[in-house]
């Protein structure tokens, strides 16, 4: 499965995974949503994240959300 990763424009820290390139599934309530790049299906994901987690989700829910800790 090819992946789509989005940064939200409405919260700077709220990232997500989804299926399709224009993120038709991302949670309206943050968006709206930039594409910020692409995985294909033998690239792993940033961050040691599971790609098996996240394609479930995908499947399941049409998205993946994930945010970055904050440094300090």
Avoid: C, N, V
Wanted: glycine letters at 10%; aromatic letters at 12%; proline letters at 7%.
């Amino acid at each position: 499965m090819r992946l789509f990763m989005f940064t939200s424009q409405a919260k700077e820290d709220l990232h997500a995974f989804a299926g399709d390139e224009s993120g038709s599934k991302l949670p309206a309530k943050y968006g709206p949503w930039g594409l910020t790049g692409t995985l294909s299906s033998r690239e792993a994901p940033p961050h040691k994240f599971s790609r098996r987690t996240i394609e479930h989700a995908i499947s399941t829910e049409g998205f993946q959300l994930w945010r970055m800790k904050p440094k300090g």
